[in-house]
């Protein structure tokens, strides 16, 4: 089993900026994938941002040039430093670990973002 805990989320104004961390433990092999992902109120939950054990990383169109994902592999811990924050990035964000080898998928329980005035 694999536990995911996520912090850093909060309320910033537009323009802010906040860092998300999520602490990963338990059974991590060593080929993987680790992301956010985020759900807004009556939205579907969508891709935010992904790398690979490898270092490789994917983003949203949405969100490319402003958030950067990245991770400490010592600390099994992945980061997404978000900057130039818009009320449209209000959401709750996800940590998702996906196992490549068993198709095991993780979530977190998420953690609230709120861009406002």
């Known amino acids: 089993q694999v536990q995911l805990v996520e912090s850093g989320g909060g309320l910033v104004q537009p323009g802010g900026s906040l860092r998300l961390s999520c602490a990963a433990s338990g059974s991590i092999f060593s080929i993987y994938v680790m992301g956010w992902y985020r759900q807004a109120p009556g939205k579907q939950r969508e891709l935010v941002a992904t790398?690979?054990?490898?270092?490789?990383?994917n983003y949203a169109d949405s969100v490319k040039g402003r958030f950067t994902i990245s991770r400490d592999s010592a600390k099994n811990t992945v980061y997404l430093q978000m900057n130039s924050l818009k009320p449209e990035d209000t959401a709750v964000y996800y940590c998702n670990l996906h196992q490549i080898l068993t198709s095991a998928n993780y979530w977190g329980q998420g953690t609230q973002v709120t861009v406002s005035s």
């Open positions: 790398i690979t054990s490898g270092g490789s990383t």
